[in-house]
């Protein structure tokens, strides 16, 4: 191979001081088998981070912001309340700039996610129950932040403004230098709402034409449905409307079952060559749906993570089983309201 023959890797042409400059910048690359004869469907490889996630992005942000705030000193201990990607991010950013950190995360995640916890020096706090349970873990955090209010800062990824603001400052800014244009679509699956809601407000900048979707679990549809339930797509649906989801720039909402979501992502690992996760799986079965239904150019969608977080799931065990607990799950009020006003306005696709 020539030098002019070389991939460009501008970034990475000299020595970094820290892992934690090698977040962002990732590749965006078409996905063949998801897109038609008349759509184009691309994945962001979000994997490439360092600790393997498309989370390494908001947590530099947020402990970046809250550090130039004075919010952190140094016997402050990061809490964080996460379903497994965040957790294994915070404690990488964490550790990184010097802090201890504990996640409090549902029982019934991946055992990988909870070992690369731990690797990476966080310790973890487990409360029951699965995905849909990530309330019961907030309830946890809140109780120890009430026995220790001195002790912990809670970087609260579900609320914490920081956390779109990192995509609108670089995932979505990405996407449209990588194109060279604001793609017609983007879809994402919906756990923080921080994704969807910061790639889209800086669509919004650049092309207000551009369609919006968030995707949550067929089994779980929250904002197409306002119904709660158990379903296996690792960070999403977690069962209520988080504050950083802006309801009022999507354009629609689609549902991907757990089943084909995990169909899915084995075909993008066999057919693409990349071996993600069950909620990639999931974004990319959603832009499938997308491009079936609407007529666009382009769709983007991103690749949140690396299917070796999954050996111990559904992705590979088909025998797999949460034990989840038997309660009511009576949506929350808030979100209630913001259903009241948004959903008749979205563009549902199953």
Known sequence: MSTDDRPDWTRNRTATGSALACIGETPLVELPTASTDGTTVYGKLEFTNPSGSIKDRIYRE??????????????????????????????????????????????????????????????????????????????????????????????????????????????????????????????????????????????????????????????????????????????????????????????????????????????VAREEGLFCGVSSGANVEGARKIAAERDLDTIATVICDTGQRYFSTALFETDHEIDVPDREHPLDERSRELLDRYQSGWRIIE
Not at 143 to 161: G, V
Not at 193 to 208: I, L, P, Q, S
Not at 236 to 252: A, R, T
Request: net charge negative; glycine share 12%.
């Open 62 to 267: 947020m402990i970046t912001a809250a550090e130039e705030r004075g919010d952190l000193d140094d016997d402050t201990e990061i809490l964080e309340c996460s379903t497994g990607n965040a957790g294994i991010a915070c404690t990488f950013v964490g550790r990184q700039r010097g802090y201890d950190v504990t996640v409090v995360m549902p029982e019934g995640m991946s055992e990988e996610r909870t070992k690369l916890i731990r690797a990476y020096g966080g310790d973890l706090i487990e409360t029951p129950g699965g995905e849909s349970d990530v309330d019961l873990a907030l309830d946890r955090v809140g109780e120890l932040i009430e026995e220790h209010p001195d002790r912990y800062w809670f970087p609260n990824q579900f609320a914490n403004p920081d956390n779109p603001a990192a995509h609108e400052r670089t995932t979505g800014p990405e996407i449209v230098e990588q194109l060279d244009e604001v793609p017609d679509a983007f879809v994402a699956g919906q756990g923080t709402g921080g994704t969807v809601t910061g790639v889209g407000r800086c669509f919004a900048d650049e092309d207000a034409d551009a369609e919006l979707y968030a995707l949550e679990p067929a089994e779980a549809p929250i904002l197409s449905d306002r119904e709660w339930g158990s379903h296996e797509i690792e960070g999403i649906g977690d069962g209520f409307v988080p504050e950083n989801l802006d309801p009022g720039i999507l354009d629609g909402v689609v549902t991907v079952e757990s089943e084909t979501a995990i169909e899915r992502a084995r075909t």
